[in-house]
């Protein structure tokens, strides 16, 4: 069984990038969505169905813990990942797995690829892939919308986060919002857990990226 998660003919786009660097399986998912739980992260996949939840949810949990300026230095350059030896790869496929991540917009997608053993891989043409992607699922607007993401933030979230923006300390945006130091430490936490960042300055990079403030 394969899983084809997707959206209008944006697998035909994928399986043609796939062929061209010689790809035996891919998944395409948006790490920006990982760690928001409400979201389906894979956009699509031809992978072995129970590959998806197990193989693809750790390669792209390890790029969402990333930070911010490393994801940016990583963007369209592919990287090698070897497989953990618990998860069970089919037998003609390499355990080592190539990740390539990419921005389409404010959006964070990795084009993730299987490939037979002892294919031979072209660096170019991995990059070219990455590109080639990033142009196809641009025309699939509702893949990279930032909508549902910015929408879970609430206007006091928004707020505290503005004020962290002016570097204010959670006592002086307390003191200026009239409300508890404790109250504005919950919603730093829920700003945290909602964009994925791991640290004040993240969740600001992030707030900024996606013109929140």
């Known amino acids: 069984m394969e899983s084809k998660q997707s959206c209008g003919n944006i697998t035909g786009g994928i399986d043609l990038i796939s062929a061209y660097v010689g790809a035996r399986c891919y998944l395409v998912a948006r790490y920006d ?17 129970d590959l998806v ?4 949810s750790a390669l792209i949990d390890a790029q969402a813990r990333s930070s911010e300026v490393r994801r940016c230095l990583q963007a369209f350059e592919p990287a090698f990942h070897d497989v953990d030896p618990a998860i069970e ?22 084009l993730v690829l299987l490939f037979e053993r002892d294919a031979f891989l072209s660096h170019d043409r991995l990059r070219d892939a990455a590109l080639a992607a990033a142009y196809h699922t641009s025309h699939f607007a509702s893949l990279t919308s930032t909508t549902d993401a910015l929408s879970d933030l609430t206007d006091r979230e928004i707020e505290c986060l503005s004020w962290i923006g002016e570097g204010k300390t959670s006592d002086e945006i307390a003191l200026i919002i009239g409300i508890s130091r404790n109250t504005v430490n919950n919603y730093i936490t829920s700003i945290m857990n909602k964009t994925g960042a791991k640290t004040r300055s993240e969740a600001v990079a992030f707030a ?5 403030i």
């Open 89 to 110: 790869v089919p037998e003609d496929l390499s355990r080592r797995v190539c990740l390539i991540p990419y921005n389409v917009g404010h959006a964070r997608l990795m």
């Open 208 to 212: 900024v990226r996606q013109r929140i």
């Open 33 to 49: 969505h990982y760690s928001d739980r409400h979201h389906d992260f894979i956009v699509t996949s031809n992978w072995p169905f």
């Open 53 to 56: 939840r197990t193989l693809g």
